[in-house]
């Protein structure tokens, strides 16, 4: 049997073939640039690839994927991705997308030890203390996990908007607006929150730079 490693080369070998086919200037059009409009903030998990599930193609989004979408402020390399997306290459949108059955999530809720993934998951927890009095208030399990989901997304969207990174860019240029979606694995549909946010009006003073 094909090892799996394998299969992923032959897969690329006949995705080449078929870009080709379809248009012979392809790759040599996609060496020359990118110019990406969205910069997508994911979850790891292997069921909610960026490009196919909003039907983009390379170039079009600018991507950064951990357990449970978290944008944490200590991250380097988060906060790279974020510079450089937004000042760099001047993307006008930064998406965070949760999805509902993530096991970050799950793992967050529970009570059990993952090792070291529990010092990443501690900031799952502390969302859930954020909203407390609400989660607690949800007696069905299900329900209550799919309202963290949205309640991370919604805490997230808030990190990103925290930084001087993007507080900067608004100042500067208005951009980018900063979107919290969930992606719906059991029927592939995506749920905007519709919490956008484009400026640093309603953020708690404490957060506010004076840029
Ligand atoms: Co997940």
């Not at 607006?177 to 694995?185: F, Q, Y």
Request: hydrophobic share 35%.
């Amino acid at each position: 049997m094909e090892k799996f490693d394998q299969k992923l080369l032959r897969g690329n070998k006949e995705w080449v073939a078929q870009k080709n086919s379809e248009d012979s200037n392809y790759f040599k059009m996609l060496s020359q640039s990118q110019h990406p409009l969205a910069l997508w903030i994911g979850c790891s998990d292997s069921r909610v690839p960026p490009n196919e599930v909003t039907k983009t193609h390379p170039g079009e989004l600018f991507v950064q994927r951990n357990i449970a979408n978290m944008v944490i402020h200590t991250d380097v390399n988060l906060l790279s991705v974020l510079d450089y997306s937004v000042n760099i290459l001047g993307v006008t949108h930064v998406i965070v997308c949760g999805h509902y059955g993530c096991g970050g999530i799950k793992a967050a809720m529970s009570n059990m030890s993952f090792g070291l993934l529990d010092n990443w998951l501690r900031n799952i927890k502390d969302v859930y203390l954020l909203h407390q009095k609400e989660l607690d208030g949800i007696s069905d399990h299900t329900v209550r996990e799919r309202r963290l989901v949205e309640l991370n997304v919604i805490e997230q969207v808030r990190n990103v908007c925290k930084t001087s990174i993007i507080q900067n860019a608004w100042k500067l240029q208005k951009h980018p607006h900063v979107h919290g979606w969930v992606d719906d694995i059991s029927n592939g549909l995506i749920k905007d929150l519709e919490i956008s946010v484009r400026s640093n009006e309603d953020m708690h003073k404490i957060y506010k730079y004076d840029l």
